[in-house]
T-cell receptor
Framework: DAKTTQPNSMESNEEEPVHLPCNHS???????IHWYRQLPSQGPEYVIH???SNVNNRMASLAIAEDRKSSTLILHRATLRDAAVYYC?????????FGTGTLLAVQP | EAGVTQFPSHSVIEKGQTVTLRCDPI?????LYWYRRVMGKEIKFLLHFVKESKQDESGMPNNRFLAERTGGTYSTLKVQPAELEDSGVYFC?????????????FGSGTRLTVV
């Protein structure tokens, strides 16, 4: 499983885009990059995942660097409900290896 | 569709007692996982069921923990006897297809406090 590195915390203003970075320099060629988030008092929630190409879904976009050593989760318009801990996870097993994640604060 | 349901949502027990946590996965999801976060630590994998079979139980901390999934539907996680260090939040997740590339759905967790 790839070791991932994320900033401990980030701040954003409501309705502005947010770019959450993740470094995963040890990722192998077949490891997917997953993002989960955990809102207060809830379980982790799947956000998005990708392998090489950039990915979009209704929640977010995932931009993966060409060398795959880093990726960025993009929330296009942050809302107060997006305040959560965001986890970037790399690997190719059935186990999710959670790190400490990035605590995103959204200011009104 | 109904999500992953866990109960109780909270449990407070005394050291040495037994507690059983229950998880109802999304209907039709053969894969069921248990995770936990103990105080101040990261969320850690405990084990993985495929239907009623334990696929991977490498994360189970010791033999005081017993997970079952009889009939391949709901699962229980029993802690006997509970110790203070077992306090934390226990999460259950399920997925339809084996292989983590499809995303897991987590429950809201059971907060266990051992006093």
């Amino acid at each position: 499983d790839a070791k991932t590195t994320q900033p401990n915390s980030m701040e954003s203003n409501e309705e502005e885009p947010v770019h959450l970075p993740c470094n995963h320099s040890t990722i192998s060629g077949t490891d997917y990059i997953h993002w989960y988030r955990q809102l207060p008092s809830q379980g982790p929630e799947y956000v998005i995942h990708g392998l090489t190409s950039n990915v979009n879904n209704r929640m977010a976009s995932l931009a993966i660097a060409e060398d795959r050593k880093s990726s960025t989760l993009i929330l296009h318009r942050a809302t107060l409900r997006d305040a959560a801990v965001y986890y970037c996870i790399g690997g190719a097993t059935n186990k999710l290896i959670f790190g400490t994640g990035t605590l995103l604060a959204v200011q009104p | 569709e109904a999500g992953v349901t866990q109960f109780p949502s909270h449990s407070v027990i005394e050291k040495g007692q037994t507690v059983t946590l229950r998880c109802d996965p999304i209907s039709g999801h053969d894969n069921l996982y248990w995770y936990r976060r103990v105080m101040g630590k990261e969320i850690k994998f405990l084990l993985h069921f495929v239907k009623e079979s334990k696929q991977d139980e490498s994360g189970m901390p010791n033999n005081r923990f017993l997970a079952e999934r009889t009939g391949g539907t709901y699962s229980t996680l029993k802690v006997q006897p509970a110790e203070l260090e077992d306090s934390g939040v226990y999460f259950c997740a399920s997925s339809q297809v084996q292989g983590w590339n499809y995303g897991y759905t987590f429950g809201s967790g059971t907060r266990l406090t051992v006093v």
